[in-house]
Nanobody, 116 residues
């Protein structure tokens, strides 16, 4: 079983930047895919970005060209650089991992709040 620990959330003004980090431990062989989803109050969890072990990225439409996902396979970490943040980016950001792109293991989540 893999465990995921996120860090880096917080409060930022619109237009600012934040960087989220996630470290996997335990059965890291199951982390072919790692990435980030988010959930805003009253909304369903949505894709932010995922990255495969081989380097293939997939971004949600609302974050393309603003967010960048990166991954260190050796360290079993995945980061999310978020630039040009908007109030609608506010939510709880969850790090996920899985053997396929359908991530099935999740961290506790980290709050990101973007003020107008």
């Amino acid at each position: 079983q893999v465990q995921l620990a996120e860090s880096g959330g917080g409060l930022v003004q619109a237009g600012g930047s934040l960087r989220l980090s996630c470290a996997a431990s335990g059965s890291v062989y199951s982390t072919n895919f790692m990435g980030w989803y988010r959930q805003a109050p009253g909304k369903e969890r949505e894709l932010v970005a995922t990255r495969s072990r081989g380097g293939n990225n997939n971004y949600g439409d609302s974050v393309k060209d603003r967010f960048t996902i990166s991954r260190d396979n050796f360290k079993s970490t995945v980061d999310l650089q978020m630039n040009s943040l908007k109030p609608e980016d506010t939510g709880v950001y969850y790090c996920g991992a899985g053997l396929t792109s359908r991530l099935d293991t999740w961290g506790q989540g980290t709050q990101v709040t973007v003020s107008p």
